[in-house]
């Protein structure tokens, strides 16, 4: 399927937020995530299901100033 990740296209066989989370290694870093604008939590993320064309957003948090 084909979804909008961080405003790029991209495909993936994912089917969760979860399972996409893990694929780009993700899967026990502290991000924030959001599916067509909607803020996802990350227990929420393996019930989130993905569909073609959605618009995903993943946000890592950046140390720094």
């Known amino acids: 399927m084909q979804?909008?990740?961080?405003?790029e296209r991209?495909?993936?066989?994912a089917?969760?937020?979860d399972e996409l989370c893990a694929a780009l290694g993700f899967a026990d870093a502290?991000?924030?995530t959001?599916?067509?604008g909607s803020f996802v939590?990350?227990?929420?993320?393996?019930?989130t299901q993905?569909?073609?064309?959605?618009e995903v957003e993943i946000v890592a948090p950046r140390q720094g100033g």
Do not use: P
């Open 3 to 7: 979804i909008l990740l961080n405003g």
């Open 10 to 13: 991209f495909v993936t066989e």
């Open 15 to 17: 089917k969760s937020l």
């Open 30 to 32: 502290k991000v924030a």
């Open 34 to 36: 959001a599916v067509n």
């Open 41 to 47: 939590a990350a227990t929420a993320r393996g019930n």
């Open 50 to 54: 993905l569909t073609d064309a959605d």
